[in-house]
């Protein structure tokens, strides 16, 4: 009788806390939604941010495109006519002087220059470049694999910037320096030390690219890649329903401190976006074997580095832009 009274008790508690769980995840994800509809950038292209961020992302193509491995000339014509008009409709609303447009425009020189001979005319981008004859053509580094990871034992800040994506791969990493990266990574912080991240090895071709497929962000480049390593969270560590963002705060700063970790190990590596549809994120979890209770947080693509390379510029904006004091700043 007690055993029966005792569970009895046990499964109400349970039972009032799942259904106060379930109350606050659904008020969290309505506020999450609402906040989302009302403010994701491309539902409001009116506002400059919005415009701002549209540009970034067009002009990224371009330059991916510039410094991508398998170049092909020609490549990205509809991308460069769709990124005229953004930059053209974003000066006639908001005006000239923007860092990050100039460099748009700056792209696109870059891009014609490298199309000097083509054949088929330009008339939309000379009109448009021809307009704004001050702006150079971007330089997108050219680098040699001992100077871009040169500064492996400088001091951070150096070390900090000489960190870029590298999307060349020219040879397999050694399972030891991976499991090393992955050690070092492990000092990222994570929420009372829970450590949510985990990683998943993938070191067959036909996983590769089965999973670049579902991604979508790799074309041109990710065929090379040796290794992919898929970052993801337990959600087991997660303990009530304010804390739904956890899983993705605490593995973003694992994936930062372990691309820092594979830059300090000499490995190219390029990270890659899990914003995927319902669909492709089960079928990954089911292809990998990855447990449900494991959110896949990112991807990182990785292989040893060339012997030299192109690096996307990806010019970043001033601290004074994304800085806000609250009270005094004193
Ligand atoms: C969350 C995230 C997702 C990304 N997804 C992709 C991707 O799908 N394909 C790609 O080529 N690069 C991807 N990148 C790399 C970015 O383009 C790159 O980090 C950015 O342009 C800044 O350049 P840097 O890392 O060389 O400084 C991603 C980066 C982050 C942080």
């Known amino acids: 009788m007690m055993e029966f009274l005792r569970r009895l008790k046990r499964a109400l508690v349970s039972f009032r806390e799942r259904a106060k769980m379930r109350r606050e995840a659904s008020r969290a994800f309505r506020y999450d939604r609402r906040q989302f509809m009302a403010n994701a950038g491309a539902l409001h292209l009116d506002r400059m941010s919005a ?13 991916k495109g ?30 000239a002087d923007d860092p990050q447009v100039t460099h748009a425009v700056a792209v696109l020189r870059a891009y014609r220059e490298l199309h000097r001979d083509w054949p088929e005319p330009m008339p939309r981008l000379d009109a448009f470049l021809a307009a704004r004859p001050d702006v150079p053509a971007a330089r997108e580094p050219h680098v040699r694999r001992a100077d871009f990871f040169a500064a ?12 870029h994506v590298c999307r060349h791969f020219a040879g397999p990493v050694p399972r030891e320096t991976v499991e090393s990266a992955i050690a070092l990574a492990t000092t990222a912080p994570s929420a009372c030390n829970r450590q949510h991240a985990r990683v998943h090895v993938v070191d067959s071709p036909a996983l590769r690219d089965r ?11 990710g065929q090379d890649a040796d290794k992919v390593l898929v970052v993801t969270s337990d959600l087991s560590a997660v303990r009530w329903s304010w804390e739904r963002h956890d899983c993705y705060t605490n593995g973003g700063l694992f994936v930062m401190n372990l691309c820092y970790a594979l830059h300090y190990h000499g490995v190219a590596h390029c990270i890659l976006h899990w914003s995927v549809a319902p669909e492709a994120d089960r079928a990954a979890h089911g292809l990998l074997g990855i447990p449900e209770n494991e959110a896949i947080v990112q991807l990182i693509a990785c292989g040893m580095p060339p012997e030299e ?13 994304v800085l806000t004091w609250h009270g005094g700043g004193e």
């Open 211 to 221: 999973l670049f497929e579902m991604q979508g962000g790799t074309r041109g480049f």
């Open 51 to 63: 415009a701002r961020a549209e540009i970034v992302m067009g002009y990224h193509v371009l330059e």
């Open 66 to 95: 510039l410094t991508m491995p398998h170049r092909r000339l020609g490549f990205g014509r509809g991308a460069v006519v769709h990124l005229v008009n953004l930059v053209d409709s974003f000066e006639r609303r908001f005006g």
């Open 152 to 163: 492996k034992d400088a001091p951070f800040p150096e070390f900090a910037a000489s960190r």
């Open 309 to 321: 390379f192109d690096v996307a510029a990806s010019p970043r904006l001033a601290a004074a832009d």
